[in-house]
């Protein structure tokens, strides 16, 4: 098993542009979720999916949306990137949304809005 | 809203020092409790976890947690660091309730030969 993948690993955009962070997983995990990481303030959760065809916002939700058009993908879209998107985001994934689940987590992409 | 707080932002110590990581959380119902390990440019591995039974987890490379309810803590602890425990380290909390983790800011381990 792969385990959770995310491309691309590094991304620089301007101001204004899109882009989609793709997350995927081979284990068959009902629950997705994203996180974006900055210093100082650990994880936060930006959107979550508990299965095919169901995503929730999480805590920090604005400026990014996702769907779930399979159970091994979840991407990210930023529609209009902006300065305070830049950040480290990870993708994670468990069987079930259950709380003893141990979540998974992807490698990280970084990215840069300048 | 749940919250969880890491009062040590950045710790240095020597190898063979002893180590306890602060983590505090908020909620107070059912909790399951996590600790995560973040080796430089590497993405987060589950160290250790509790769910029921036994305050006192056992986690990988040496690492423990204990669980004191009262005190709404799970303190991370290791007897004896090595110059390879450099990394952060993130506390997190996922009531029943919820179907996310909750982290905390992280705590930076620095441990010097």
């Known amino acids: 098993n792969a385990g959770v993948t995310q491309t691309p690993k590094f991304q620089v955009l301007k101001t204004g542009q899109s882009m989609t962070l793709q997350c995927a997983q081979d284990?068959?995990?009902?629950?997705m979720s994203w996180y974006r990481q900055d210093p100082g303030m650990g994880l936060r959760l930006i959107h979550y999916s508990v299965g095919a065809g169901i995503t929730d916002q999480g805590e920090v939700p604005n400026g990014y949306n996702v769907s779930r058009s399979t159970t091994e993908d979840f991407p990210l879209r930023l529609l209009s990137a902006a300065p305070s998107q830049t950040s480290v985001y990870f993708c994670a994934s468990s069987k079930t949304m259950i709380g003893t689940d141990t979540q998974y987590f992807g490698p990280g992409t970084r990215l840069t809005v300048l | 809203a749940q919250s969880v707080s890491q009062h040590n932002h950045h710790v240095i110590l020597s190898e063979a020092a002893s180590l306890e990581l602060g983590c505090n959380y908020s909620y107070g119902g059912t909790v399951n409790l996590f600790w995560y390990v973040q080796y430089p440019g590497q993405h987060l591995q589950l160290l250790l976890k509790y769910f029921s039974g036994d305050p006192l987890v056992k986690g990988i490379k040496g690492f423990e947690a204990e669980f004191i309810k009262s005190k709404f803590s799970f303190n991370l602890r290791k007897p004896s660091v090595q110059w390879s425990d450099t990394a952060e380290y993130f506390c997190?909390?996922?009531?029943?309730?919820?179907?996310?983790?909750?982290f905390g800011s992280g705590t930076r381990l620095q441990v010097q030969p």
């Open positions: 284990m068959n995990h009902e629950y």
């Open positions: 997190a909390v996922r009531d029943t309730g919820r179907r996310a983790l909750t």
